[in-house]
């Protein structure tokens, strides 16, 4: 298994970091986790196409986790992939068909790209046959709880606290081969999240705040800082520990040595930060 960092960073744009996303490699299947504003060009940027990516699962639909979507179904179509799976929250149906249905967003676009003779004639040429669907992603709905497996995967989901009732927020276990990765998703202080991450080969965290930053109760609740998740990570057992998610003002060599001192005084096992491109091979021993 290999995990691929596409984007490691927040709401905030910032020319260091693309939004959430990141790409699992598993048993021949690419799925991405979230599609944030950036990861697309950070996938191409990675030696892959958005045609590349066969399964999109997405934790919840604030813009800095699908942003991208649109871009990556629109490419992936343009390059002639089959349509992409996609699992998510509601309403990600509604949204997708917002986006590219008969009366969505892109129709005109489409319209001009299916229709014009032109058009056709550069689809036909590139390899394509007429009439040239349109982009169709086979979206399910999935609810905590929900399991998805194919042959040499499983992802199962559960809910986090983060910006419910408004929205559903999941995060995500996938298991192959006796191997266990978590993403957390945006989740805030969660003993159900702490039950799914024992025994995690690795466990990829968001991390909104540094330790010493003050906050309300209740915004505390729903953004650990590194001591509060590497502590998590260390009762759970878990073999490595990467956060990600980084703010701005985070993203700075003080910042990053005040994470990571946070988590060496209660985490024994490897730790760091995410940096988008990084690659992380998860096996037995490694």
Same mark, same amino acid.
């Given at each position: 298994?290999?995990?691929? &960092?596409?984007?490691?960073?927040?709401?905030?744009?910032?020319?260091?970091?693309?939004?959430?996303?990141?790409?699992?490699?598993?048993?021949?299947?690419? &799925?991405?986790?979230?599609?944030?504003?950036?990861?697309?060009?950070?996938?191409?940027?990675?030696?892959?196409?958005?045609?590349?990516?066969?399964?999109?699962?997405?934790?919840?639909? @604030?813009?800095?986790?699908?942003?991208?979507?649109?871009?990556?179904?629109?490419?992936?179509?343009?390059?002639?992939?089959?349509?992409?799976?996609v699992?998510?929250?509601?309403?990600?149906?509604?949204?997708?068909?917002?986006?590219?249905?008969?009366?969505?967003?892109?129709?005109?676009?489409?319209r001009?790209?299916?229709?014009?003779?032109?058009?056709?004639?550069?689809?036909?040429?590139?390899?394509?046959t007429?009439?040239?669907?349109?982009?169709?992603?086979?979206?399910?709905?999935?609810?905590?709880?929900?399991?998805?497996?194919?042959?040499?995967?499983?992802?199962?989901?559960?809910?986090?606290?983060?910006?419910?009732?408004?929205?559903?927020?999941?995060?995500?276990?996938?298991?192959?081969?006796?191997?266990?990765?978590?993403?957390?998703?945006?989740?805030?202080?969660?003993?159900?999240?702490?039950?799914?991450?024992?025994?995690?080969?690795?466990?990829? @965290?968001?991390?909104?705040?540094l330790?010493?930053?003050?906050?309300?109760?209740?915004?505390?609740?729903?953004?650990?800082?590194?001591?509060?998740?590497?502590?998590?990570?260390?009762?759970a057992?878990?073999?490595?520990?990467?956060?990600?998610?980084?703010?701005?003002?985070?993203?700075?060599?003080?910042?990053?040595?005040?994470?990571?001192?946070?988590?060496?005084?209660?985490?024994?096992?490897?730790?760091?930060?995410?940096?988008?491109?990084?690659?992380?091979? &998860?096996?037995?021993g490694?």
């Amino acid at each position: 298994m290999r995990l691929t &960092i596409l984007g490691s960073g927040s709401p905030e744009a910032t020319a260091r970091r693309a939004a959430s996303g990141y790409l699992i490699e598993v048993a021949g299947t690419r &799925i991405l986790f979230d599609c944030g504003g950036g990861v697309v060009d950070r996938l191409l940027r990675a030696g892959l196409r958005p045609s590349d990516v066969d399964v999109l699962f997405l934790s919840h639909l @604030h813009a800095d986790h699908m942003m991208d979507y649109a871009r990556l179904v629109h490419a992936a179509w343009d390059e002639g992939a089959r349509p992409l799976a996609v699992y998510g929250p509601a309403p990600t149906a509604e949204m997708s068909e917002k986006l590219f249905g008969a009366d969505g967003v892109f129709a005109p676009d489409l319209r001009a790209r299916t229709e014009l003779a032109p058009s056709q004639a550069v689809w036909v040429a590139r390899g394509g046959t007429l009439p040239r669907p349109w982009p169709a992603p086979k979206v399910e709905e999935i609810a905590p709880g929900a399991q998805i497996v194919r042959e040499g995967w499983r992802v199962s989901t559960l809910e986090v606290p983060h910006a419910q009732p408004l929205l559903t927020c999941l995060a995500f276990v996938i298991e192959a081969d006796g191997l266990k990765v978590v993403y957390s998703g945006d989740a805030g202080r969660s003993p159900a999240l702490a039950q799914a991450c024992v025994g995690a080969d690795l466990l990829v @965290h968001w991390c909104y705040r540094l330790d010493g930053e003050v906050v309300s109760d209740e915004m505390a609740a729903l953004t650990p800082t590194p001591t509060d998740i590497a502590s998590m990570a260390q009762a759970a057992g878990v073999r490595r520990l990467v956060l990600t998610h980084f703010r701005a003002h985070m993203d700075t060599l003080a910042g990053h040595a005040a994470a990571l001192s946070a988590m060496d005084a209660v985490f024994t096992g490897p730790c760091g930060i995410a940096e988008d491109l990084d690659q992380y091979v &998860i096996a037995k021993g490694a």
